[in-house]
T-cell receptor, first 122, second 112 residues
Framework: GAVVSQHPSRVICKSGTSVKIECRSL??????MFWYRQFPKQSLMLMAT?????????EQGVEKDKFLINHASLTLSTLTVTSAHPEDSSFYIC??????????????????FGPGTRLTVL | KNQVEQSPQSLIILEGKNCTLQ??????????LRWYKQDTGRGPVSLTI?????NTKSNGRYTATLDADTKQSSLHITASQLSDSASYIC???????????FGAGTTVTVRA
């Protein structure tokens, strides 16, 4: 299957600093990448959808000025948490989308998830 | 209300035993249903993907079933191993929609 990497895997920073997280699709080109946030014992919550070369689409309640997303190429998207605060501490997961032609049910998009980045803001 | 409901929330089983996880969804129209395994501190890994026309899909000791009429799916784990301890997430998507509907997951703990 397709491989998606994230860097860094873990980051600890002081309150007020900015943190950049990279998401790369290693062996395929992803026209769309997604950023999720996951709090302990909860499921993934979509933060934003990122299309290469265009502005990201943010979900309701997600501050676009705080969570800056750049999708500069078909294999790289970055999420920058600006002026991080302790409440931003979470597990951030990206996914990259590839369209498959299954024939039976038509096209569908397959999302391959990265390994996640644990952000801790002190 | 979440469009994907999973049960049980958690379960503990002995190594070597079987277990079945349930997923009910209300997403309509429906395109496909996926089961993911998420180890603690890791991203989800796909186990199975089924379109509306598929009833069952296996991946090693994992077997997923789908009843699109009743909007129910199950994931059966056979001969559980300690490495099966993880959260199992049911995810449903609608046609031509990149957004996925996630269940809250079932946490499985396999004990020796």
């Amino acid at each position: 299957g397709a491989v998606v990497s994230q860097h860094p895997s873990r980051v600890i920073c002081k309150s007020g600093t900015s943190v950049k997280i990279e998401c790369r699709s290693l062996d395929f080109q992803a026209t769309t990448m997604f950023w999720y946030r996951q709090f302990p014992k909860q499921s993934l919550m979509l933060m934003a959808t990122s299309n290469e070369g265009s502005k990201a689409t943010y979900e309701q309640g997600v501050e676009k000025d705080k969570f800056l997303i750049n999708h500069a190429s078909l294999t790289l998207s970055t999420l920058t948490v600006t002026s991080a605060h302790p409440e931003d501490s979470s597990f951030y997961i990206c996914s990259a989308s590839q369209v498959w032609d299954r024939g039976l049910g038509g096209d569908y998009n397959e999302q391959f998830f990265g390994p996640g980045t644990r952000l801790t803001v002190l | 209300k979440n469009q994907v409901e999973q049960s049980p929330q958690s379960l503990i089983i002995l190594e070597g035993k079987n277990c079945t996880l349930q997923c009910n969804y209300t997403v309509s129209p429906f395109s496909n249903l996926r089961w993911y395994k998420q180890d603690t501190g890791r991203g989800p890994v796909s186990l199975t993907i089924m379109t509306f026309s598929e009833n069952t899909k296996s991946n090693g000791r994992y077997t997923a079933t789908l009843d699109a009429d009743t909007k129910q799916s199950s994931l059966h784990i056979t001969a559980s191993q300690l490495s099966d301890s993880a959260s199992y997430i049911c995810v449903v998507s609608a046609p031509n929609d990149y957004k996925l509907s996630f269940g809250a997951g079932t946490t499985v703990t396999v004990r020796a």
